[in-house]
């Protein structure tokens, strides 16, 4: 029994452990002095128990990001981490705490086609058929988007796509954290491949969405495209 009751002990003790050392994700404006100093202090410790899960997540407290740049000036290594986790970006910060992010353009670079981009947000007098492709093409959707104000974390897309009322294809992709910069973010998209047949052939109606951890969405897009014959 006394071995019995010791191992217990050890195994309370190394679960406490375990859950002491957790490190909450650096990918909000929060203490970034902190943040670092917590990875740092951690670094050697992370257990089984550290993966992250969706279920009930509560994405932390913004802080403005000015402010975390400001802070802890007189600390050179700190403040040179900071510049080069978010690059020289204090002159375009006000102080605002919640992260803006603009989309300028979606375009489709597929093989053999010429690229199709356009520009954001759609002119009312222009088509919503974005784009058209040939039956069993491969594809890309290319973006180029900006973030201002502060970190913008888990920025996530969904598309869903109908034909004739009905859906036919549903995707969900995360994207990153990304931090403001001077020059717009230019990213693809997951490689996707038309249907073929004849009917796959036709004009489909689409919804792509996207939000951040926070559920704000930055842009939903209504838009069309056709599928031709190759």
Same mark, same amino acid.
């Given at each position: 029994?006394?071995? #019995?009751? @010791? ?18 994700? $650096? ?5 970034? #002095?902190?943040? =670092?100093?917590?990875? /740092?202090?951690?670094?050697? =410790?992370?257990?089984?128990?550290? /993966? ?17 740049? /400001? *802070? ?7 403040? %040179?981490? *900071? ?12 102080? @605002?705490?919640?992260? =803006? ?32 492709? *040939?039956? #069993?093409?491969?594809?890309?959707? +290319? ?11 888990? !920025? ?9 009322? !009905? *859906?036919?294809? @549903?995707? +969900? ?10 020059? $717009?973010? =230019? ?9 073929? #047949?004849?009917?796959? %052939? ?6 792509? +969405? ?18 031709? +014959? %190759?």
């Amino acid at each position: 029994m006394e071995g #019995g009751g @010791q191992r217990r002990m050890e195994a309370e003790s190394s679960s406490s452990s375990a859950a002491s050392s957790r490190v909450d994700p $650096p990918a909000r404006s929060r203490d970034l #002095g902190e943040e =670092e100093n917590k990875v /740092e202090e951690n670094d050697d =410790e992370v257990t089984g128990d550290e /993966e992250a899960t969706d279920d009930g997540f509560v994405p932390s407290q913004l802080f403005p990001l000015k402010d975390q740049l /400001e *802070k802890d000036k007189e600390d050179e290594s700190l403040r %040179r981490w *900071k510049e080069k986790l978010l690059g020289h970006v204090d002159e375009h910060l006000n102080g @605002q705490i919640e992260p =803006e992010v603009i989309f300028h353009s979606i375009g489709v670079i597929s093989e053999g086609c010429s690229d199709v981009i356009t520009f954001l947000p759609v002119a009312e007098n222009q088509s919503r058929v974005l784009f058209t492709l *040939k039956e #069993g093409s491969k594809y890309h959707f +290319k973006l180029s988007f900006s973030v201002k104000h502060n970190i913008v974390s888990g !920025l996530t897309y969904s598309n869903i796509v109908w034909k004739r009322g !009905l *859906k036919v294809d @549903q995707s +969900k992709e995360m994207l990153g954290t990304f931090a403001p910069q001077c020059d $717009p973010y =230019e990213h693809l998209l997951e490689e996707e491949t038309t249907p073929s #047949g004849v009917l796959a %052939r036709g004009i489909y109606s689409a919804k792509l +969405k996207f939000e951040d951890d926070d559920k704000k969405c930055h842009l939903e897009l209504d838009y069309s495209f056709e599928i031709k +014959k %190759r």
